[in-house]
Every structure is written in C-alpha cells, then in structure tokens.
C-alpha cells in the first residue's frame, strides 16, 4: 500500500492546477517554498541535531542575492540561481566555521545572533532598498517563456522541491548521510569510526543554508518583490517549527509541516477576526500555544504518528559481500606498545605511569577493580581523551595524542563502556557505519546514487558482521529495540565491520547470560585465529581468565600485575586488590 501511496500523491500535486482555485495554488507555492527551508532544518536540526533559528536569514540571501543581480545588474534569474546558492552556501561556510564548534546552547543562540545581523542588514542596506526592499524582481523564464502566472510557479516550486527531496532521501540513505544521522550519537562516537564530526557539521550547515538558499532564489522570483521582515528571526522559528512539526529527522515531515503552518496561518486570518479585535499579536500566541504542545505531546512529529497507519513493507536483506582487508601483522609482533602512559584528573591521577606491551594476535586482558582507570587508558589509546604524557606506539607509528579518528583509520576499532550506537537506526546501518573509513562515497555521489556499487558491498560486509555475531536474524530492527547486552554485541559487530588489526572491547560481556557469554568466548578465539588482536576490559573474572592469553592488572592507575591467567590468580597484590574491592 505504501507503495502505491507515493504515485499516488504525485499525480494528485501534478493535477492539482487542472481543479485548484489560483488562491490555493498561491498558498501552495508558500507551501513549496516554505518547506524548502525547512526540509534543510529537517537535515540541520532533525537529523544532525544542530538547532538552529537563523535558518531565514539564509532564505533572505537567496532572496536577496538574485534580487539584486536581476534588478540592478540586469542579470538572468538562472545566474541569480546560481548566485543565490553560491552564496547562501559561502555564508554558512564562514558562519560554521566560526559557530559549528561551539558547544551545548551556545551554537543556537549565536544562530539568533547572526540571524538578526543578517535581518539588520538587509533593512539598513540601501544598495538592498533598506525597509522597502527590491522591487520588479523578473519571473523566472523558460527560454521565451515567463513563468508568471501562479500555476507556471507552481510547476517550478514542486519540481525543485520533489528533485530536492529526491536528493536528500538518497544522501540519507548513503554513507556520508549515515555519517550525519550519527552525529546525534555524540562526537565522541563519530570520531571512533573514522568521521570527521567537524566536517560533518559543516557540511550539513552548508546544505541547509544552500536549500534555504533555493527557496529564497524562488521566493524573490515568485513575490517579485523581497523587504527585510520575511527574514527575521520569527520566520526562522518558524521554519523550525515547520520541521519539527512535521516529524524531526523526516524528509516528508518538511512538506507537512509546512502545509499544517501555512494553512494554519490562513485559516486564524480568517477566523480570528471574528473573534478578537486585533488578530496580529493573537497569532503568535496561538503559534507559541502549538509550539508548545508539539514539544509536549508529539516530540517525534507527524510523520511518524501517520507511519504507524500505514504498514512498512521491510526492505530485502542485503547478500554478503566482502570488500578489500587489510594486511594483518605477523604474529607476535610488537603491536601496541605503552610507556609510561599518564592521565590526570584534577588532583586524581585515574592512569598513572602506564606501560606494557600487546602482541600481534593475542588477547590481551585488562582487568582491575572499578575506578581502576580501564575506560580511562582505553580512552587515552583510541584519542577519545588527551593524553598528559607517556607514548602510545601502534606498529611502527607514534599515534600519542592522534585524533580519534586517525586512531581509527589506523586499524584500531573499539566498543564503550557505556553503549553508543544510533537507536533510531537499524542494526544494518549501525553496523555500516563502522566500515565508513572502507567506502570512500562523498555527499554528491551518495544524493545522486552513483554509490550503489560500494554501498552494496559495504551492506554485505555490515550483514556479514551480524552474522557472525549472531544478530543477524532482524537486520532491519532498530539498535534501540535490542536488550542492553546484545547492543553490546552490536558494538562488536560494528568494530569488525572496520576490519580492525585490533579492536578494544569496554566489558563486553556486561549483561549478557550465561550463554551468549560463551558465543562471545568463541567469537573473540575465532578472531584470534584469524589473526585479529584484541584488548580486553572485562569484569567477570572467569570470562576473562578463559579467554585471555595474558592480562595486565590495574588498581588506582597503575599495573600490579601482568602474565598468564594462572599466576595472576595467584598473585598476592591482585587478590589483595579484588579483596580489598569486594570489602
Ligand atoms: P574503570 O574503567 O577502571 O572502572 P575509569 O577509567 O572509568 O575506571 O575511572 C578511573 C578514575 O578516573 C575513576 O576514579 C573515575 O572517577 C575517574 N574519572 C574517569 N573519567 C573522568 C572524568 N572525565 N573526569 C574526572 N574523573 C574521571
Ligand atoms: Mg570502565
């Protein structure tokens, strides 16, 4: 059925001139407009989780940019096109670069600053018209023919936007798509599979901007006139409530949104006339009312709530596939190798003077009671946290104080302590985002599905990760609907699919039963078998000493203890320390 839904409402949106009232086509073509902004929003806020209120400010460089090249310089609208877009995107470039870093509230709030610099720019400009705006802005032209008329608009507004949202359903569904769904997972987890988060950011900022760009391009055209106030930073809350309302993180939500807030606005202008006196301020206190109860009783938007109508049907599961490995080092070679490896907190020294050494296809186990520093040293290794000194050779590279993600790209895969994975995307895509440093598909090729190729062996390498560790049963399910101790195991699926040379597992075990401990006992040899080292924390102690070739014992920061299993359990300072523990 839902097949059938898609065609359907294209033949519906594509007749709708034919039957329509010219005053419906013209709240359409606001509609289209609007939700053209707002499908960037969907991208910036609902899928990278980067709010941001400025986003109309980036509609009024569009806007405006073509407004003045057709006017004054004279120009084609199909070069302010290009303008507008080069433009907008430029903007949000510099504006990212010197905003995207800034943590916590600090980034929306410095999008109202410069969203309202913008606006003031524009009213103060007088190459720009100052209050009164641009005038005898040129309709868009096919050839000799002017798209004048509401229904010509119509035509343009709808293409743009279908073929735009064709484009970012695709790049959704491509790597570097999946590498901006991963940014609401945290940077730290990101950097871990090789993502330049930085980058990410910026470059979904930058698309934003550039649709915002568009449907102010087609804004200007359409209006043939473009003033200051459509610019604002009201209208920018607004297109964020368009993409919220709509569904955060849902291409389609744009569109909705967009049609409930246009038609909304439409309907109070008529209604509230009747009801109070002066229907300008009542307008906006029935919006901020809606905007509310959105936040309160359907934070997750429409789209969703009308998901669950219609049936999905569940896509094929992907044939395995294989994609290029690396060379593994000789056994028993110097792998990894720590010198006085030091980490302070404050006063707290959590890793203090660390040193050893794992070999090349070993399993190498990292225990010691809690608070010992395991999570922090693992930390220090893969570059999630900074080292204060000591040196962290990997082969024959110096990789102390390396950023996570070249860590990564060294062959260095890792899970957390404290799950980190996408809930909201399946185990499939969880899975591919860990082989993201193996595919090599940017933005373009992925919104345009020139990746279908490397997308198919990077899902084959993904399902045959689950495969291997046993969940490869439901690949489409959701990450977020397994029990805790399987998101584990799907941390460790995720951490193959790089095709490490060695991969650190954080307690993997933890909340695992009896027998999938012993699967996950069999999967950890069959690596080693194949020549994959691995450095494991682990609390259950039997689990560990059945596993590991040798284990090095930390307590308080420092190693007590380093050997084989059985003269660990027999080393005084190590059972003195668990004791001491456990009392
Ligand atoms: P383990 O993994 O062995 O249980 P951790 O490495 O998590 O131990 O912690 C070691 C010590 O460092 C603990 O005392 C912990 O409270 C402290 N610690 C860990 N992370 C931080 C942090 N980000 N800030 C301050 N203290 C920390
Ligand atoms: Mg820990």
Not at 113 to 128: K, Q, Y
Not at 392 to 398: A, P, T, Y
Request: aromatic share 6%.
């Amino acid at each position: 059925m839902r097949r059938l839904l898609l065609p359907a409402l294209v033949l519906g949106l594509a007749g709708l001139p034919l039957v329509a009232s010219p005053y419906f086509i013209t709240l359409m073509n606001y509609i289209g407009m609007s939700a053209l902004a707002a499908l960037g929003l969907v991208l910036l806020t609902g899928v990278g989780g980067l709010t941001s209120f400025g986003q109309a400010a980036f509609v009024g460089i569009g806007a405006y940019a073509t407004a003045w090249f057709t006017t004054t310089q004279g120009g084609s609208p199909w070069l302010g096109l290009v303008l507008a877009l080069v433009l907008s995107g430029a903007v949000a470039m510099v504006l990212g670069v010197a905003t995207l870093r800034l943590g916590g509230h600090l980034l929306p709030l410095s999008t109202i600053a410069w969203g309202l610099a913008i606006f003031f720019f524009f009213g103060n400009s007088l190459a720009l018209g100052g209050h009164n705006g641009i005038s005898g802005i040129p309709p868009v032209a096919l050839g000799p023919y002017p798209l004048s008329s509401s229904a010509a608009a119509y035509g343009l507004i709808w293409l743009s936007l279908g073929g735009v949202m064709w484009l970012c359903a695709n790049l959704l569904g491509a790597r570097q798509g999946r590498a901006i769904r991963a940014l609401r997972g945290g940077a730290a987890m990101a950097e871990s599979l090789g993502i330049d988060s930085f980058r990410i950011r910026l470059a979904v900022f930058v698309l934003s901007a550039v649709l915002a760009g568009l449907s102010g391009w087609l804004y200007a055209h359409v209006q043939r006139f473009v003033g200051p106030t459509a610019f604002d930073v009201g209208p920018g809350m607004e297109y964020l409530f368009m993409a919220m309302l709509g569904g955060a993180g849902q291409i389609g939500g744009a569109v909705l949104g967009a049609a409930v807030v246009t038609f909304a606005k439409d309907g109070l202008q008529d209604v509230l006339p009747y009801l109070v006196k002066q229907s300008g301020p009542i307008e906006v206190i029935v919006f901020a009312v809606l905007f509310i109860l959105v936040l309160q009783r359907a934070r997750g938007g429409l789209i969703p709530a009308l998901r669950r109508l219609v049936p999905a049907a569940t896509p094929p599961i992907p044939a395995e596939a294989e994609l290029p490995r690396r060379r593994l080092p000789a056994p028993g070679a110097h792998l990894l190798t720590l010198a006085a490896v030091t980490k302070r907190f404050g006063g707290l020294v959590a890793v203090n003077g660390v040193s050893f050494t794992l070999h090349a296809g070993e399993i190498l186990g990292l225990i010691g009671p809690n608070g010992a520093g395991k999570s922090t040293l693992f930390n220090l290794i893969s570059g999630a946290a900074r080292i204060d000194s000591g040196l962290v050779h990997f082969l024959d590279l110096d990789i102390t104080g390396l950023p996570a993600r070249r860590v990564a790209a060294q062959g260095i895969a890792r899970s957390f302590q404290h799950v980190r994975l996408r809930p909201t995307m399946s185990l499939l895509e969880n899975v591919m985002l860990g082989a993201h440093l193996r595919g090599g598909a940017g933005l373009i090729a992925g919104a345009l599905r020139l990746d279908r190729a490397e997308e198919r062996r990077i899902a084959g390498v993904a399902m045959a990760q689950l495969r291997r560790v046993g969940l490869a049963a439901t690949p489409h399910a959701m990450a977020g609907s397994l029990p805790l101790g399987q998101q584990r195991v799907l941390e460790i699926a995720r951490a193959l699919a790089a095709d490490p040379v060695l991969i650190m597992l954080d307690e993997p075990a933890a909340g695992l039963r009896h027998a999938e401990k012993q699967a996950l006992a069999t999967l950890l040899r069959t690596l080693r078998a194949e020549g994959v080292s691995i450095l494991l924390v682990e609390h259950d102690m039997e689990f560990v000493m059945s596993v590991v070739d040798r284990a090095v014992v930390m307590e308080f920061g420092s190693v007590i203890a380093e050997g084989a299993p059985a003269a660990i359990r027999a080393d005084a300072a190590v059972q003195r320390a668990y004791l001491g523990a456990a009392a």
